[in-house]
């Protein structure tokens, strides 16, 4: 399930630019820049696409609520290349955003579009928060404590209680 | 559609026939017809002209379709199986061949029919695939009713001859009237008779095809016909496609059903790290949630 092209990014002022890579290669991603919101149209789909560039995609794929689901999740259908596609939408967690970057130079990236939810489709059976799809963004919420700053006091507390 | 009201004759000793419309078309629904009476109207039946559908004009068929509508002794009904169904049924990972879906539907015929209340005592229908096979699986399911399972049953039974004018009408005006999902400009409703060697069906599909999406969802997708329009478009490797599967089935007509896996070629191996990542090498937590380090764009 690779999502080509497109990186979750953390919001606010110090992230707005990432560098990735590290000793001689760095690889300057820029947040900022053109900003047009594909919230509702960001689709991960259960297969690769041979393409790349755009497509009459509104045309042609058109999901519908469906029933379903033990889960309670919303479910939609849709279908592609004469396959039976199940789907629901996820929303980013609240200080996340979904970028679309567009190569502008070997070692640059330019955001070319946002968007704040991935509807994700199976393959002829209902998504469940099973999902590894889902399931990914348990990273999210792991990061999140892993990566936040410590205080002096909550390091102390925490010396005392071992 | 069909007959909702159940007539006092039901409670009698019933025969029905069962035909299909719209088996070979590339394009369109499948539609499972049916048509019943009392065992003591089947001589009256038999003079009424029924004949098996596809030695009659279109025109026809209609009136008969619309004499037999009003005939108070004769109980009717349809299954239209939209094409968006048999693909796929006939493309998801355990994949349910046409015979399968053919035998699901008259037997969801009888079952309906029987719900209704009317005592079914015997059924005439055409075979498909092995006659023997098929009526051994009939009575299994529906015990209480003799099955009379023959090669062409609809010119030998006018009771399945009556049902073939249901099915082939029913199957025509869903043509007639289909209202296209898709909203592209140009599109056309020139399909044909939807067989893939009709030509005004070839030259539709030649200029319904899509670089990605293939064809509009009215297109049977699993028909072996597409493959030869799908040469040159986009290709789509399927995460749920197995990676040992190699050749393509064959379903009853002995033609090439499509594998969107065959349609290019990539090692098996490869082909997989193409479509999913994996996680591999890292703590289990990302390997379980199949999330790849990405070191470099």
């Known amino acids: 399930m690779k999502v080509f092209g497109k990186i979750l ?4 002022g110090k992230h707005r630019v990432w560098i990735v890579g590290g000793k001689m290669e760095k690889t300057i991603i820029d947040l900022k820049g053109k900003r047009e919101d594909l919230s509702g149209r960001v689709h991960q789909l259960p297969c690769c696409v041979k393409h ?3 497509a009459t995609v509104s045309h042609y794929f058109k999901p519908k609520p469906s029933d379903g689901g033990d889960e309670g999740l919303p479910l939609q259908q849709a279908h592609f290349r004469g396959r039976l596609l199940q789907g629901t939408t996820l929303h980013l967690p609240h200080g996340y955003s979904g970028f679309v970057l567009a190569k502008t130079s070997p070692h640059k990236w330019q955001t070319s579009a946002t968007f704040h939810d991935i509807t994700y489709w199976n393959h002829h ?6 999902d590894d799809f889902s399931r990914a963004f348990h990273w999210l919420t792991l990061a999140q404590a892993l990566h936040n700053p410590v205080t002096p006091e909550e390091l102390a507390s925490s010396s005392a209680t071992l | 559609m069909g007959s909702r009201i159940v007539p006092q004759w039901a409670s009698k000793p019933c025969a029905m026939g069962i035909d299909e419309a719209g088996r070979g078309p590339v394009l369109g629904p499948m539609v499972y017809g049916c048509l019943y009476c009392a065992q003591s109207y089947l001589k009256t039946l038999a003079t009424l002209s029924f004949a098996d559908s596809k030695t009659l004009k279109e025109e026809k068929r209609e009136e008969l379709f619309e004499t037999l509508k009003t005939n108070d002794s004769i109980g009717w009904d349809v299954d239209v ?18 015979n399968e879906i053919s035998h699901s539907s008259a ?8 719900k209704m209340g009317v005592l079914l005592t015997e059924v005439y229908i055409d075979t498909v695939g092995d006659a023997g096979k098929y009526e051994a699986k009939l009575s299994n399911t529906f015990p209480s009713i003799k099955f009379v399972v023959a090669k062409k049953a609809d010119s030998l039974y006018p009771v399945v001859s009556g049902a073939s004018i249901v099915a082939k009408v029913t199957r025509d005006r869903a043509l007639r009237e289909w209202v296209l999902d898709e909203t592209a400009e140009n599109m056309q409703r020139n399909f044909g008779s939807g067989y893939p060697g009709d030509p005004q069906t070839k030259s539709w599909l030649e200029n319904h095809k899509h670089h990605i999406f293939g064809f509009p969802t009215l297109v049977r997708f699993s028909w072996g016909t597409c493959n030869t329009y799908f040469k040159d478009i986009a290709e789509v490797l399927w995460e ?22 065959n349609v290019g070629f990539t090692t098996s191996k490869k082909r997989s790290e193409e479509i999913e990542s994996s996680g591999k090498g890292r703590c289990r937590f990302f390997q379980a949630r199949k999330l790849e380090h990405l070191t470099h764009f």
Request: glycine share 10%; aromatic share 2%.
């Open chain 1, 52 to 54: 790349n560039g755009p």
């Open chain 2, 107 to 114: 037997m969801g015929l009888i079952d309906r029919v029987l």
């Open chain 1, 9 to 12: 990014g953390r919001k606010g």
């Open chain 2, 81 to 98: 199986i939209d094409p968006r169904e048999l693909s796929a049924k006939m493309l998801k990972k355990n994949k349910i061949n046409l």
């Open chain 2, 240 to 261: 749920s496609d197995n990676l040992d599967e190699d050749g393509a089935s064959n379903n009853s007509n002995g033609k090439r059903q499509l594998k969107l896996s």
């Open chain 1, 125 to 130: 059976y209902a998504p469940s928060p099973n």
